[in-house]
Nanobody
């Protein structure tokens, strides 16, 4: 069992930056990790993901070039650096983990992940 705890959310002006962290308990160093977000009245959507060794990353088109996902397996942590934030980035951001993954395969659907954190609110004001 893996528990995920997000932190780093908050209120920021458009154009600003935030860094989200996801602390994982248990053996998460071999897990495929992702970030999702959910805005009020909308479905949860994929934001970014990273393979277990950090060798490959995947991003939604809406955040590509602005967000960067990274991980530190020694600290059992995953990060999401968010730059050039826009009001449309406002959402609750969730960290997710998938136990098994295959080389060259990307996972963007929420139901492909096994563990979820409680989320952290990110609000971007215009």
């Amino acid at each position: 069992q893996v528990q995920l705890v997000e932190s780093g959310g908050g209120l920021v002006q458009a154009g600003g930056s935030l860094r989200l962290s996801c602390a994982a308990s248990g053996r998460s160093s071999t897990y495929y990790m992702g970030w999702f977000r959910q805005a009020p009245g909308k479905e949860r959507e994929f934001v970014a993901a990273i393979t277990w060794n950090g060798g490959s990353t995947d991003y939604a088109d809406s955040v590509k070039g602005r967000f960067t996902i990274s991980r530190d397996n020694a600290k059992n942590a995953v990060y999401l650096q968010m730059n050039s934030l826009k009001p449309e980035d406002t959402a609750i951001y969730y960290c997710a983990a998938r136990r098994l993954s295959y080389s060259g395969r990307y996972y963007r659907a929420a139901d492909e992940y096994d563990y979820w954190g409680q989320g952290t609110q990110v609000t971007v004001s215009s």
